[in-house]
T-cell receptor, first 113, second 111 residues
């Protein structure tokens, strides 16, 4: 069964450094999402992306965050200057057109030191 | 503020019993409802989705939706120890938009 793949599985970064999280959505999916989950807390929406532009974003997704689809397969989340509170699991999700559910990747555990 | 509420549990049921998980939501405009299973340290895994009032069955799982009461539930029949996980309820106001998640209910199925 096709799946969303995310790399790396674990990223350790010094506070203030830039980090890029990578995702390869399911190949025929056109809608892409990033979520995060701080340890012990709810899964929180960050951003949705369709047709090469952001379609919706949350208050969490401030100027330090950006997303990009640099080629036909990858979907990336960049955090420009990481803070301690950015430490979380980051999940990429994708879905097909129509009333289809979102499917999640295995996530990237981001640890900010 | 759109809210999705779930009892955090743990909900403990014996093997072979029916587990009943409940979820309420605040946004009356919500149209699509999802149940995800999340094992500790893992990502959410889609179990069921439901868009219309009533019941939807898939194997051992039944999702129930009551939009008038803003209530959605998940029944797991013949519960197995491998069903032990946190079950996340999520809603959107249309299928394309952001998922708003509840905090999850931890289910423990005891052999």
């Amino acid at each position: 069964e096709p799946e969303v793949t995310q790399t790396p599985s674990h990223q350790v970064t010094q506070m203030g450094q830039e980090v890029i999280l990578r995702c390869v959505p399911i190949s025929n999916h056109l809608y892409f999402y990033w979520y995060r989950q701080i340890l012990g807390q709810k899964v929180e929406f960050l951003v949705s992306f369709y047709n090469n532009e952001i379609s919706e974003k949350s208050e969490i997704f401030d100027d330090q965050f950006s997303v990009e689809r640099p080629d036909g397969s990858n979907f990336t989340l960049k955090i420009r200057s990481t803070k301690l509170e950015d430490s979380a699991m980051y999940f990429c999700a994708s879905r097909a057109v129509g009333d289809q559910p979102q499917h999640f990747g295995d996530g990237t555990r981001l640890s900010i030191l | 503020q759109k809210e999705v509420e779930q009892n955090s549990g743990p909900l403990s049921v014996p093997e072979g019993a029916i587990a009943s998980l409940n979820c309420t939501y605040s946004d009356r405009g919500s149209q699509s409802f999802f149940w995800y299973r999340q094992y500790s340290g893992k990502s959410p895994e889609l179990i069921m989705f439901i868009y219309s009032n009533g019941d939807k069955e898939d194997g051992r799982f039944t999702a129930q939706l009551n939009k008038a009461s803003q209530y959605v539930s998940l029944l797991i029949r013949d519960s197995q120890p491998s069903d032990s996980a946190t079950y996340l309820c999520a809603v959107t106001n249309n299928a394309g938009n952001m998922l708003t998640f509840g905090g999850g209910t931890r289910l423990m199925v005891k052999p």
